[in-house]
C-alpha cells in the first residue's frame, strides 16, 4: 500500500504565497507521475499540475505562470509553490502518485489540504 501525506495548506491573502508538500510512502514499486487536483465546493475537482518521471510539468490554464510544481525524487515528495495566489484557488488541495509497473497503472490519492484565500 502507498501512502500520502499532504502540509502546508492554510489560509493565505489574495496576493501572497503558498506552498503545498506531498510526502509518498509504503510500498512504491514505481512513481510515474505526481501532481495536484483540486476541489472547491459546489465544483468538480480538477487537475491543477503534475509532473511525470520524466520531469515533464503539466498545468491548467488558470495557474500556468503563478504555480510551480517540483519533485524530490529522493524523498519521494512533490511540491506546489503557489504565488500570486487568488480568491478562486480556494479549494480542497488533494495529492496523487501514479504507478505504472508490470502493465498495470494504480493511483493512489492523499486526504487533500485546504487552502483558503481571503483578505
Known amino acids: 500500500q502507498v501512502q500520502l501525506v499532504e502540509s502546508g495548506g492554510g489560509l493565505v491573502q489574495p496576493g501572497g504565497s503558498l506552498r503545498l508538500s506531498c510526502a509518498a510512502s509504503?510500498?512504491?514499486?514505481?512513481?510515474?507521475?505526481m501532481g495536484w487536483y483540486r476541489q472547491a465546493p459546489g465544483k468538480q475537482r480538477e487537475l491543477v499540475a503534475e509532473i511525470n518521471s520524466g520531469d515533464y510539468t503539466n498545468y491548467a490554464d488558470s495557474v500556468k505562470g503563478r504555480f510551480t510544481i517540483s519533485r524530490d525524487n529522493a524523498k519521494n515528495t512533490v511540491y506546489l509553490q503557489m504565488d500570486s495566489v487568488k480568491t478562486e484557488d480556494t479549494a480542497v488541495y488533494y495529492c496523487?502518485?501514479?504507478?505504472?509497473?508490470?502493465?498495470?497503472?494504480?493511483?493512489?490519492w492523499g486526504h487533500g489540504a485546504q487552502v483558503t484565500v481571503s483578505s
Open positions: 509504503g510500498n512504491i514499486l514505481a512513481i510515474t507521475a
Open positions: 496523487y502518485l501514479g504507478s505504472f509497473w508490470s502493465g498495470h497503472y494504480d493511483q493512489y
